[in-house]
Protein backbone atom coordinates (compact mmCIF):
# COMPACT_ATOMS: atom_id res chain seq x y z
CA UNK A 1 0.00 0.00 0.00
CA UNK A 2 1.18 3.66 -0.99
CA UNK A 3 0.47 5.61 1.98
CA UNK A 4 0.78 9.96 2.28
CA UNK A 5 1.26 10.75 5.82
CA UNK A 6 0.42 14.58 6.71
CA UNK A 7 0.53 15.61 10.35
CA UNK A 8 -0.10 19.52 12.30
CA UNK A 9 -1.71 21.42 9.34
CA UNK A 10 -2.59 23.84 11.74
CA UNK A 11 -4.85 26.17 9.76
CA UNK A 12 -2.59 27.28 7.58
CA UNK A 13 -4.49 26.62 4.13
CA UNK A 14 -1.52 27.74 1.47
CA UNK A 15 0.69 25.29 2.89
CA UNK A 16 -2.13 22.41 2.89
CA UNK A 17 -3.56 22.82 -0.84
CA UNK A 18 0.73 23.12 -2.02
CA UNK A 19 1.18 19.87 0.06
CA UNK A 20 -2.99 18.14 -1.60
CA UNK A 21 -1.64 19.09 -5.08
CA UNK A 22 1.80 17.75 -4.95
CA UNK A 23 0.17 14.55 -3.04
CA UNK A 24 -2.37 14.17 -6.14
CA UNK A 25 0.40 13.73 -8.44
CA UNK A 26 2.56 10.93 -6.53
CA UNK A 27 -1.21 9.06 -6.35
CA UNK A 28 -0.94 7.35 -2.97
CA UNK A 29 -3.43 4.80 -2.12
CA UNK A 30 -4.74 6.49 0.95
CA UNK A 31 -3.98 10.30 3.29
CA UNK A 32 -4.08 9.27 6.84
CA UNK A 33 -3.37 12.26 9.15
CA UNK A 34 -2.27 12.68 12.77
CA UNK A 35 -4.07 15.39 13.70
CA UNK A 36 -3.64 19.03 14.76
CA UNK A 37 -5.79 20.81 12.27
CA UNK A 38 -6.18 23.98 13.87
CA UNK A 39 -4.21 26.39 16.43
CA UNK A 40 -1.67 28.36 15.47
CA UNK A 41 -2.96 28.96 11.68
CA UNK A 42 -5.84 31.41 10.73
CA UNK A 43 -7.93 29.03 8.36
CA UNK A 44 -9.73 26.57 10.56
CA UNK A 45 -12.55 26.25 8.84
CA UNK A 46 -10.80 25.92 5.31
CA UNK A 47 -7.96 23.46 6.18
CA UNK A 48 -11.09 21.07 7.84
CA UNK A 49 -13.08 21.29 4.81
CA UNK A 50 -10.23 20.34 2.72
CA UNK A 51 -9.56 17.21 4.85
CA UNK A 52 -13.10 16.21 5.12
CA UNK A 53 -14.21 16.65 1.62
CA UNK A 54 -10.84 13.73 0.86
CA UNK A 55 -12.07 11.65 3.92
CA UNK A 56 -9.16 11.38 5.08
CA UNK A 57 -8.81 9.55 8.49
CA UNK A 58 -7.39 11.74 11.14
CA UNK A 59 -6.74 11.40 14.82
CA UNK A 60 -6.79 14.18 17.70
CA UNK A 61 -4.06 16.56 18.17
CA UNK A 62 -3.88 18.35 21.18
CA UNK A 63 -4.65 21.57 19.51
CA UNK A 64 -7.78 20.16 18.59
CA UNK A 65 -8.40 19.21 21.87
CA UNK A 66 -8.04 22.70 23.32
CA UNK A 67 -10.71 23.95 20.70
CA UNK A 68 -13.02 21.16 21.25
CA UNK A 69 -12.40 21.92 25.10
CA UNK A 70 -10.86 18.30 26.29
CA UNK A 71 -7.55 20.36 26.67
CA UNK A 72 -7.32 23.20 28.45
CA UNK A 73 -6.11 26.41 27.00
CA UNK A 74 -4.11 27.95 29.81
CA UNK A 75 -1.33 25.67 28.63
CA UNK A 76 -0.93 27.03 24.99
CA UNK A 77 1.07 31.02 25.25
CA UNK A 78 0.53 33.78 23.34
CA UNK A 79 -0.14 34.54 20.56
CA UNK A 80 -1.03 31.30 20.00
CA UNK A 81 -3.53 30.85 22.51
CA UNK A 82 -5.48 34.30 21.70
CA UNK A 83 -5.50 32.30 18.06
CA UNK A 84 -7.14 28.88 19.46
CA UNK A 85 -9.91 31.32 21.34
CA UNK A 86 -10.49 32.59 17.59
CA UNK A 87 -10.82 29.37 16.95
CA UNK A 88 -13.10 28.20 19.69
CA UNK A 89 -15.50 31.33 18.69
CA UNK A 90 -15.64 30.92 15.11
CA UNK A 91 -15.64 27.38 14.11
CA UNK A 92 -18.35 26.46 12.32
CA UNK A 93 -20.58 23.76 14.39
CA UNK A 94 -20.54 21.22 12.01
CA UNK A 95 -16.72 21.42 11.87
CA UNK A 96 -16.26 21.57 15.82
CA UNK A 97 -18.29 18.23 15.72
CA UNK A 98 -16.12 16.43 13.73
CA UNK A 99 -13.62 17.70 15.21
CA UNK A 100 -14.98 16.58 18.71
CA UNK A 101 -15.37 13.23 17.21
CA UNK A 102 -11.67 12.56 16.35
CA UNK A 103 -9.88 9.70 18.33
CA UNK A 104 -7.09 10.05 19.85
CA UNK A 105 -5.47 6.91 18.42
CA UNK A 106 -6.39 4.70 15.41
CA UNK A 107 -5.15 1.43 13.98
CA UNK A 108 -5.10 -0.33 10.09
CA UNK A 109 -7.54 -2.74 12.00
CA UNK A 110 -9.88 -0.11 12.55
CA UNK A 111 -9.91 1.81 9.45
CA UNK A 112 -10.09 -1.63 7.60
CA UNK A 113 -13.59 -1.70 9.28
CA UNK A 114 -14.42 2.49 8.68
CA UNK A 115 -12.70 2.88 5.43
CA UNK A 116 -13.21 1.34 1.94
CA UNK A 117 -9.44 2.33 0.58
CA UNK A 118 -8.23 0.39 3.84
CA UNK A 119 -10.79 -2.93 2.96
CA UNK A 120 -8.00 -5.00 2.09
CA UNK A 121 -4.86 -3.45 4.39
CA UNK A 122 -3.26 -5.92 7.16
CA UNK A 123 -4.50 -5.28 10.64
CA UNK A 124 -1.22 -5.19 12.16
CA UNK A 125 0.16 -2.56 10.11
CA UNK A 126 -0.01 0.88 11.45
CA UNK A 127 -0.73 2.47 14.58
CA UNK A 128 -1.75 6.30 14.54
CA UNK A 129 -1.45 8.95 17.51
CA UNK A 130 -1.01 12.28 17.73
CA UNK A 131 2.10 12.43 20.24
CA UNK A 132 2.68 9.60 21.40
CA UNK A 133 1.00 5.97 22.56
CA UNK A 134 2.28 6.06 25.95
CA UNK A 135 -0.72 7.65 27.05
CA UNK A 136 -1.63 9.29 24.14
CA UNK A 137 -3.48 12.03 26.04
CA UNK A 138 -0.53 13.31 27.37
CA UNK A 139 1.02 14.79 24.39
CA UNK A 140 4.54 13.51 25.43
CA UNK A 141 6.99 14.46 22.20
CA UNK A 142 8.43 11.68 20.95
CA UNK A 143 11.62 13.79 20.05
CA UNK A 144 14.43 11.30 20.80
CA UNK A 145 15.51 7.75 19.91
CA UNK A 146 15.23 6.66 23.19
CA UNK A 147 11.64 8.03 23.62
CA UNK A 148 10.59 6.17 20.49
CA UNK A 149 12.08 2.59 20.95
CA UNK A 150 10.22 3.39 24.05
CA UNK A 151 6.89 3.91 22.39
CA UNK A 152 7.76 0.77 19.67
CA UNK A 153 7.72 -1.36 23.15
CA UNK A 154 4.05 -0.89 23.42
CA UNK A 155 2.77 -0.57 19.72
CA UNK A 156 2.67 -4.27 18.28
CA UNK A 157 2.25 -2.93 14.32
CA UNK A 158 4.89 -2.54 12.18
CA UNK A 159 4.42 1.14 11.83
CA UNK A 160 3.54 3.80 14.41
CA UNK A 161 2.97 7.13 12.56
CA UNK A 162 2.84 9.80 14.89
CA UNK A 163 3.28 13.65 14.63
CA UNK A 164 3.13 17.11 17.23
CA UNK A 165 7.55 17.06 17.06
CA UNK A 166 7.08 19.78 13.59
CA UNK A 167 10.76 17.85 12.76
CA UNK A 168 10.25 14.94 10.59
CA UNK A 169 12.37 11.50 10.99
CA UNK A 170 12.34 7.58 11.29
CA UNK A 171 13.12 5.26 13.74
CA UNK A 172 13.32 1.89 13.87
CA UNK A 173 12.94 -0.60 17.70
CA UNK A 174 16.67 -1.59 17.24
CA UNK A 175 19.69 0.15 16.97
CA UNK A 176 21.74 -0.15 13.88
CA UNK A 177 18.69 -0.14 11.44
CA UNK A 178 18.97 3.35 9.17
CA UNK A 179 16.25 2.41 6.79
CA UNK A 180 13.05 0.12 6.63
CA UNK A 181 13.56 -3.56 6.94
CA UNK A 182 11.30 -6.59 7.34
CA UNK A 183 11.09 -8.05 10.66
CA UNK A 184 11.12 -4.39 12.36
CA UNK A 185 9.03 -2.24 13.85
CA UNK A 186 9.06 1.65 13.12
CA UNK A 187 7.92 5.22 14.71
CA UNK A 188 8.19 7.45 11.59
CA UNK A 189 6.87 10.96 11.73
CA UNK A 190 6.22 13.10 8.62
CA UNK A 191 6.86 16.32 10.44
CA UNK A 192 4.53 19.46 9.20
CA UNK A 193 2.61 20.96 7.01
CA UNK A 194 1.34 23.89 8.59
CA UNK A 195 4.74 24.93 10.70
CA UNK A 196 7.45 23.33 10.17
CA UNK A 197 10.49 23.83 13.02
CA UNK A 198 13.00 22.01 11.79
CA UNK A 199 15.85 23.85 9.27
CA UNK A 200 13.73 23.53 6.80
CA UNK A 201 10.89 25.91 7.22
CA UNK A 202 8.82 24.26 4.13
CA UNK A 203 5.25 22.09 4.58
CA UNK A 204 6.66 18.31 4.19
CA UNK A 205 5.08 14.79 4.21
CA UNK A 206 5.96 11.46 3.16
CA UNK A 207 4.91 8.96 1.14
CA UNK A 208 4.90 5.37 2.79
CA UNK A 209 5.03 2.06 0.47
CA UNK A 210 4.25 -0.55 3.37
CA UNK A 211 5.27 -3.28 0.60
CA UNK A 212 8.53 -2.25 -0.65
CA UNK A 213 9.38 -0.95 3.12
CA UNK A 214 10.43 2.44 0.90
CA UNK A 215 9.65 6.06 2.52
CA UNK A 216 10.37 9.26 0.79
CA UNK A 217 9.85 12.94 2.55
CA UNK A 218 9.04 15.73 0.62
CA UNK A 219 8.90 19.24 1.14
CA UNK A 220 7.33 21.80 -0.57
CA UNK A 221 6.59 25.16 -1.90
CA UNK A 222 3.65 27.62 -0.77
CA UNK A 223 2.30 31.24 -0.78
CA UNK A 224 3.32 32.40 2.73
CA UNK A 225 2.11 35.78 2.11
CA UNK A 226 -1.34 34.17 1.47
CA UNK A 227 -0.75 32.87 5.12
CA UNK A 228 0.16 36.15 6.37
CA UNK A 229 -2.79 38.11 4.97
CA UNK A 230 -5.12 35.82 6.22
CA UNK A 231 -3.88 36.56 9.58
CA UNK A 232 -4.77 39.84 9.39
CA UNK A 233 -8.56 39.47 8.52
CA UNK A 234 -8.52 37.55 11.95
CA UNK A 235 -6.68 40.50 13.22
CA UNK A 236 -3.20 39.19 14.25
CA UNK A 237 -0.61 41.50 13.07
CA UNK A 238 2.42 40.80 10.95
CA UNK A 239 4.70 40.40 13.79
CA UNK A 240 2.70 38.05 15.31
CA UNK A 241 1.74 36.18 12.79
CA UNK A 242 5.58 35.66 11.28
CA UNK A 243 6.16 34.05 15.04
CA UNK A 244 3.30 31.94 15.04
CA UNK A 245 4.50 30.87 11.44
Known amino acids: MKLALISDLHANLAATEAVFERIDALNPDAIVCMGDLVGYGPQPNEVIDLVRRRDIPCVLGNHDGAVVGSVPLRVFTEPNNTVLRWTQKNLRPDNMIWLRNLRLTMTSADLKLLHPKFSGVDENLFYMVHASPMQPDRWIYLNSTQLCRQALEIVPQTFCF ?8 VVANELGIFGLEPGYRFVINPGSVGQSRDVDRRPSFMMLDTDRYEYQLYRVEYDIEATIYA ?4 GIDEK ?5 L
Not at 162 to 169: E, Q
Not at 240 to 244: E, G, I, Q, T
Open 162 to 169: VGHTHVPG
Open 231 to 234: YDDI
Open 240 to 244: SSRML
